[in-house]
């Protein structure tokens, strides 16, 4: 292990150890670098944009292409800015409907076309007492729970009566899908845990372990 | 071996002992601790199971035919690199030793280009592959949804440039690759809600092929486009990762991990077992000191 | 004006993207400025991240100018942004460590401090969802149990060890919890969720389009 | 603002334009095809239509479910009477506010992590509005730490308001709604250190919530507060429901804020989405009974969409 490396581990180790000790409690080392963090992280953005958006995506095609209309989204990205300004913070609304008009355009259809349908059609399922017990009762389970979800989710009557016990099934079954998705996201919190565990072990401890012996 | 594993019981039965007992959930938090560490130091081997639809998304990469184009997404932030990563790793794998063309892509402004980089330039070496012939990193572009769309029509007029700003008509492996039409198979690897849209955008309306490798936390959800038929497979969370490790023939990280995964969860499922009996005992005790 | 133009835009910016939606890709004039208006989206949406960086150095500055406790705190945040975002704006032809490629600054520091740093955020949800299960997870009525007796079983089928546990119960065990708990059960809330949410998304899509809705103006 | 006037000048230029474009691009189409020689015809393979006829179902969902909504929204804002049910969660919010004035101890309200143009963010604050107006009344503290400057200036015109509405302004200060830290785990550090310090009687969360819920939640519960949340992100619900006493799941959030704040916009699209519903499960029955009868393959077929 060479010094660079080393000190790297070591620098990575120290933030690391200052985060979690804020499961202790606060202090200020955890302060500190969750300060640190957020400063790279905007650090971060700047880099990029400056490299992905700026020169590639604008100043290249127009040098080198003549592409000189790119000015124009240019224009309209800068007059974001104008929304830290008290009186023409109403500038940054023509940029921000160009994007929410696009993204809304996009989406009313995506969303339609590209999940009610096809989630429809698949629960279009047939209970054909003919078919296999196993695919009969799977079946049954599916157009159960996504009819009495969307009653759950139905706002329009009192969940009285039939529409009450619907609803009712639909809870149990909202449960029971809570309850599998508990049991599955344990792994990945632990996932997460298990990857700094890993470092801090076999890096930081074991790697000054070696470069000491 | 059998001194370890008594340990173990032994420890966390005290810890959950105490945990009751003080009420502090710190103690909880250091049996995890325990339980995390553990296995990093002792390597313990556990079979398992490969779920179907790991091996749905295996056969589907494998039945792709030779030099076949593939984009590969690093839809992911760094929090979630160690149950991410293993899976990009090991769809490198893969698609490298069949020969496909990558091109990779990501929709995450924080960290995205580079785990990107290092993880594409990293297995390439192991496998001789020449940047800009046999896999490219097309790196970040702002606002996914018109990313998505937008590469549904040309790549070109959404990533003039790959992400270390080379022109892409000086990459061969562009040169053919126009947009979604000439994509065979997506797999995107994410740990955000940006699934929905390659299946509601891309899938829907340009009809190829996607699967994915999804978070823990996400995969649940997910099962709704399996069984509509949108995803064509998925790798959820470390087990998902562990097991594609497994069918590509390079165990890694996280079928290391998946030991210490087994340790915790029993400790959690113990612990959820013994408030219960703990819960019924008292309830049982008040109602009878109600009858008194 | 203030309002009126913005609406016509989104408008505008909206419709192509329906009306190209019905249409072949190949054809027409429409079909080839579908994405250039798409790579103009992209190019000022790249701007509105740059929108966070300014807010963050705004605050900050004012912090310290003000004189607040935290200063210096307040101080580490300006200055790491800075040697992230200069060095990383120079011109690769300079110095190998400039610029944003593998071996940069840029790089090294996102590699080695930001990168582990969010990872450790996030680490320490293991400890508390493992308190959230212990704590929270009584037979306390239908609902609860449901949910308890779900997870548990998830969990346990989830992990090699308790895999052979469900096995040596039952071998199909494993099987059964995969088709009619996840692909199942599970599967069909979440269908009806995602059914809802689109139907939401769809609602505020088209009243953006239509300019009925205008609270992303800040009205 | 009469909406049907505004629509009708707004939309009519852009709307007469684009459809000239079209027509200039059905007739620009329409040359390029006439240019085509037999010859090089035989070369190139044959030109699409100019129109995708298989995306006839997406056009008619489109069609229906815009006509739904945009009548719904029109009774909305004509006043009309629509009936939503009462959400049972709005009484739980009530009650824990009730005990934390019995209790002399403040209330913590987090309007979710998301900037105000989210739609939950929005609906958070109108509930935020009636937990103020009831701490107004009984002058308990209330605490409202928010992630964003846009949802702070939001979040303290609405308090203000409640305050005065409910005759209590003396008791309205700034400082009720205040920004904390922008930085997602900072913020909720932040809220952790205040959790453990002012030991709030009741927290309430009500708006877009991510990884951190489980972090607050689980730290509320620590702390000894009674927890009310209510969030649409699905993959976060588990948890709320998991370690708070009640939970808002999913469009309820939405159907509790349009309950209370009868915003015609809310209302209108709540009651479009369940006229969908009801009209979606109606559909799925039809297909059920169709293909169980082994009629069905053209019907389900008109749902196609890759």
């Known amino acids: 292990m060479s010094l660079v490396d080393f000190l790297q581990t070591w620098i990575i180790a120290f933030f690391t150890l200052s985060l979690f000790s804020f499961l202790y409690k606060d202090n200020p080392f955890y302060k500190f670098a969750e300060h640190i963090f ?100 799977l079946s049954i389970i599916i157009i159960a729970g996504v009819i009495t979800t969307l009653i759950f989710f139905y706002f329009s009557k009192e969940h009285k009566g039939l529409l009450g016990g619907a609803a009712r099934v639909g809870i149990w079954f909202i449960m029971i899908s809570f309850g599998a998705h508990f049991g599955y996201t344990v792994m990945a919190r632990i996932s997460l845990l298990i990857g700094q565990v890993q470092f801090l072990i076999n890096d930081w401890i074991g790697g000054t372990l070696q470069a000491l012996l | 071996m059998i001194l370890a594993y008594g ?98 892509m990501t929709t995450i402004p924080l960290g995205g280009p580079s785990i990107a980089e290092r993880v594409t330039r990293e297995l390439a070496g192991q496998y001789g592959k020449v940047y800009g012939v046999d896999y490219v990193n097309l790196g970040y572009k702002a606002n996914y949804v018109a990313v998505l769309k937008g590469m549904g029509s040309s790549i070109e007029s959404i990533y003039p440039a790959d992400n270390t700003g080379t022109s892409l008509d000086k990459l061969p492996i562009m040169k053919d690759i126009r947009n979604y039409g000439d994509v065979d198979f997506i797999f995107a690897v994410s740990d955000n809600s940006i699934i929905d849209y390659w299946m509601s955008i891309v899938n829907a309306q340009y009809g190829i092929k996607i699967g994915t490798g999804v978070t823990a936390v996400m995969a649940p959800r997910y099962y709704a486009y399996l069984s509509s038929g949108q995803m064509t497979g998925m790798l959820g969370g470390m087990k998902g990762a562990a097991d594609y490790e497994k069918l590509v023939g390079k165990p890694a990280l996280a079928a290391k991990g998946m030991a210490a995964q087994s340790l915790v969860h029993l400790f959690i499922i113990l612990s959820v077992i013994a408030g219960n009996l703990i819960f019924f005992i008292e309830k049982r005790s008040r109602r009878r000191e109600g009858h008194r | 004006m203030k309002t009126t133009v913005p609406i016509i835009i989104a408008f505008c910016s909206g419709f192509i993207m329906i009306i190209t939606f019905f249409l072949n890709p190949e054809r027409g004039f429409i079909g080839r400025l579908e994405p250039e208006v798409l790579n103009w989206v992209t190019i000022v949406g790249g701007f509105t991240l740059l929108l966070g960086v300014v807010s963050i150095v705004r605050i900050n500055y004012g912090a310290i100018k003000r004189k607040s406790e935290n200063r210096g705190y307040k101080l580490a945040t300006l200055i790491a942004v800075f040697a992230m975002a200069i060095p990383a704006m120079l011109p690769t032809g300079m110095s190998p460590l400039l610029g944003t490629q593998p071996g940069s600054i840029y790089d090294w520091l996102f590699n080695n401090l930001d990168a582990p740093m969010m990872s450790t955020m996030f680490a320490m949800l293991a400890f508390y969802i493992a308190s959230a299960a212990f704590r929270a997870f009584r037979a306390r009525n239908t609902e609860a149990t449901l949910l308890l007796t779900t997870a548990v079983l998830v969990m346990l089928w989830r992990i ?60 | 603002m009469n909406f049907a006037a505004l629509t009708g000048r707004t939309f009519a230029i852009p709307a007469l334009i684009l459809l000239l474009i079209l027509l200039a691009d059905f007739a620009d189409a329409q040359a390029v095809i006439n240019e085509v020689t037999p010859d090089s015809a035989s070369q190139i393979t044959p030109a699409a239509p100019l129109f995708r006829f298989d995306r006839f179902n997406a056009l008619a969902i489109m069609v229906i479910f815009s006509i739904v909504i945009l009548i719904y929204t029109r009774w909305a804002r004509a006043g009309r009477n629509l009936f939503i049910r009462k959400i049972n969660g709005l009484d739980e919010v009530e009650e824990a506010v009730g005990r934390a004035t019995e209790m002399g101890k403040p209330v913590l309200f987090i309007p979710g992590l998301q900037e105000l143009d989210e739609i939950e963010t929005i609906a958070g604050i109108s509930i935020l509005g009636r937990v103020a107006r009831v701490t107004a009344r009984y002058g308990t503290p209330l605490m409202v730490p928010v992630r964003y400057p846009m949802v ?124 969908m519903k009801l009209l979606l499960i109606v559909l799925i029955v039809i297909g059920i009974v169709l293909i169980s009868f082994g009629l069905g393959n053209w019907y389900v077929s008109l749902f196609t969409s890759v």
């Open chain 3, 160 to 219: 090699p060890m308790g895999e052979i546990f469900l096995n040596s119960i039952h071998h199909s065990l494993p099987g059964m919890i995969n088709t009619y708990v996840m692909s199942g059960a599970n599967m069909a809330v979440q269908r009806g969720i995602i059914i809802g949410a689109a139907l939401g998304a769809a609602a505020m899509s088209l009243r953006i389009l239509l300019g009925i809705e205008r609270t992303y103006m800040g009205k």
């Open chain 1, 38 to 137: 957020a400063g790279l992280s905007a650090g971060y953005y700047v880099g990029l944009i400056w490299h992905s958006v700026i020169i590639q995506q604008m100043v290249d095609p127009m040098l080198q292409d003549g592409r000189w209309w790119l000015i124009f989204p240019g224009i309209l990205g800068a007059m974001m800015f104008s929304r830290f300004s008290k009186n023409y913070g109403w500038v940054s609304r023509l940029s921000l409907a160009f994007v929410m008009g696009n993204t809304a355009g996009i989406f009313l259809l995506s969303e339609l076309h590209g999940k009610v349908l096809p989630q429809i059609q698949s629960t279009m399922l047939s209970v054909d007492l003919k078919q296999p017990i196993g695919d009969l009762v």
């Open chain 2, 7 to 104: 340990l173990l019981i032994i420890a966390g039965i005290v810890l959950l002992y105490l945990a009751f007992k003080t009420g502090d959930r710190r103690y909880i938090y250091l049996a995890v601790a325990f339980y995390v560490i553990f296995p990093v130091l002792i390597t313990l081997n556990l079979p398992a199971e490969i779920s179907p639809e790991v091996r749905q998304l295996y056969e589907a990469v494998d039945s792709l035919p030779d030099s076949s184009v593939v984009l590969l997404t690093f839809d992911y932030y760094p929090s979630t690199l160690a149950e991410t990563e293993p899976m990009s790793r090991a769809a490198l794998h893969h698609l490298f030793r069949k020969n496909c063309r990558i091109f990779t």
């Open chain 4, 152 to 275: 702070l200036a939001a979040g303290q015109e609405v308090v203000e308001q409640a305050y005065i509405e409910a005759g209590n302004p003396d008791a309205y200060n700034k400082d009720i709604v205040r920004y904390v830290a922008g930085e997602q785990f900072a913020f909720t550090a932040t809220v952790n250190g205040i959790m453990m310090r002012e030991r709030p009687a009741t927290n309430i969360y009500m708006g877009a919530f991510f990884a951190e819920s489980l972090l607050l939640a689980e730290t509320g519960n620590a702390a000894g507060s009674i927890q009310i949340a209510g969030t649409a992100q699905p993959a976060q619900l588990p948890f709320f429901v998991a370690a708070c006493d009640y939970t808002l799941m999913g469009e309820e959030l939405y159907a509790a804020s349009a309950y209370l704040s009868r915003e015609p916009l809310l209302l209108g699209g709540l009651k479009g989405q369940d006229w």
